[in-house]
């Protein structure tokens, strides 16, 4: 005991010093990946993504399409948010051993091997993940199949990857003045995974595209899902009778946002106050149904409307606040002294819609679900914030069109892995592995689940990963549920 003591007083003293060996080739900081790894492998998504892809060499030698898109994505996974990440994982002798066939990829051989695939073959990476999301709902268990079969959604929309360098082409500056790229996605919204995408400039305008987006990631959604209810969802920038059409004619109901143009603000006149009734899960909020049609939209297109009263303080004096426009123009127009003496202050938002909204009670509800939109925008944020997407690292389009896909199939590993190990609850939601038990962020699965220390050793012909005391076992809880799935044929 006593030396002990004097031990720690030595310690504390500072006159003992801990001296840094060599590199220990059996430790890695990334041992959660080994679960990445047995998931991609139990969907074959490296196989089917090459079969779609096809050949991006003459010599059958070194990495395929699928190897690139895979290995970027599980270094994006771990938080390697530049393409030397792929040289640190690569580096990483344990880290290889773990994570298989995309190991050892080098950041100049990903750069080269980006700048070969085509403009078609970028399409089949889509065609690609259609069979691993019929792999992946065939793996789910039957009640959660069953649910996932019965309704699907499909988000569009776009977001902006800021970029700085002239020299970088495939990118434009936006109406802010920003020059930066613009990933356009479709989202399958209850599975948090990405059905098709497209890396457009900054000036080019998503609606172009739009209709084209929508088919082919209906195309990517399973056969069974396809048969069942599918819908469609899209805020006020695809506002365009163009998407509503393909919707239409691909007998689909759709959501569209709307601009708050001055025919809709005329039509408030005519909706009658016993009309307008409360909202879903929001405060002090209204929804009302309107007969308008815009020109060239389906003839059952329906104007859905939605009134939120508001306190005076919570609306900005500055003219370019968003919520101040949402005022109707009247009150828009009044200084804030008369408008905290008006009757009632309320900001609208309108919504055109071909879905069922003929009773109040159809209505809330369809209104409801369209304001859930924001799956999109949260993997928008997922991508960014965990997957690296917050910038485009090259002054080549096709590289950075490498780069959004990887952190693309970064976020739909993150959906795959939630479906595939989440518990279902009574009410047939998923628990999942995020903070509160829901489906987990990029960012969060990489503190609790990837980025753990561990040690790699043999033992009985075996090869054990020794995790460091005080792991709470969520990684062996998610390899054991992983094994438990069947193996694609």
Not at 55 to 84: M, N, P, Y
Not at 144 to 150: C, G, M, N
């Amino acid at each position: 005991m006593g030396e002990d003591t004097h031990l720690v007083s030595r310690i504390r003293d500072g006159r003992l010093r801990v001296r840094v060996g060599a590199p220990d080739p059996a430790l890695t900081g990334n041992a959660g990946l080994v679960a990445v790894a047995e998931l991609i492998d139990r969907l074959g998504v490296v196989e089917t993504l090459d079969s779609a892809i096809g050949a991006i060499k003459l010599r059958d030698r070194g990495f395929s399409g699928g190897q690139l898109l895979v290995g970027l994505a599980t270094a994006q996974v771990a938080g390697e948010a530049f393409w030397v990440g792929l040289d640190r994982l690569r580096s990483d002798t344990a880290g290889r051993r773990l994570i298989g066939r995309t190991a050892g990829l080098a950041s100049t051989t990903a750069h080269g091997l980006a700048r070969r695939l085509s403009d078609e073959q970028w399409l089949a990476v889509e065609t690609g993940l259609a069979r691993v999301h019929e792999r992946m709902l065939a793996m789910v268990p039957a009640r959660q199949r069953a649910r996932l079969e019965s309704s699907a959604t499909v988000d569009l929309d776009a977001t902006e990857v800021e970029v700085y360098g002239r020299a970088k082409r495939g990118v434009a500056y936006n109406y802010a003045g920003q020059r930066c790229g613009r990933p356009h996605v479709a989202v399958w919204a209850e599975c948090e995974t990405v059905l098709a995408a497209d890396l457009l400039a900054g000036d080019e305008d998503p609606r172009a595209g739009a209709a084209g987006l929508l088919a082919r990631a209906l195309a990517t959604l399973p056969d069974q899902v396809r048969g069942g209810n599918v819908q469609m969802r899209a805020d006020a920038g695809y506002f365009a009778g163009q998407l509503a059409r393909a919707a239409h004619f691909e007998s689909i109901g759709f959501a569209i946002g709307a601009k708050r143009i001055a025919p809709l603000w005329r039509l408030l006149a005519g909706i009658a106050e016993s009309a307008w009734i409360d909202a879903i899960d929001m405060d002090n909020a209204q929804v009302a149904v309107a007969e308008y049609c815009p020109d060239w939209w389906p003839a059952n297109t329906r104007l859905l409307v939605r009134r939120v009263r508001l306190d005076p303080s919570q609306v900005s004096t500055d003219p370019r606040s968003r919520r101040r426009r949402t005022l109707h123009p009247e009150q828009r127009a009044l200084p804030i002294d008369e408008l905290a003496g008006a009757r009632a202050i309320y900001g609208y938002s309108f919504v055109l819609t071909n879905l069922d909204v003929s009773s109040p009670v159809n209505a809330a509800a369809v209104e409801h679900w369209y304001r859930r939109r924001t799956t999109i925008e949260n993997l928008f944020r997922d991508t960014k914030i965990g997957a690296g997407l917050r910038h485009l690292p090259s002054g080549y389009p096709e590289v950075n069109t490498a780069w959004t896909w990887g952190a693309l199939l970064a976020a739909s590993i993150a959906g795959w892995l939630h479906q595939l190990t989440g518990v279902p609850a009574p009410d047939g939601t998923l628990a999942g592995h995020g903070v509160r038990d829901g489906k987990a962020m990029i960012e969060t699965l990489r503190w609790r689940l990837i980025n753990i220390p561990g040690r790699l050793i043999r033992h009985a012909r075996q090869i054990i990963l020794r995790l460091p005391p005080g792991h709470d076992g969520l990684l062996a809880e998610i390899l054991a549920r992983i094994r438990a799935l069947p193996t694609h044929p």
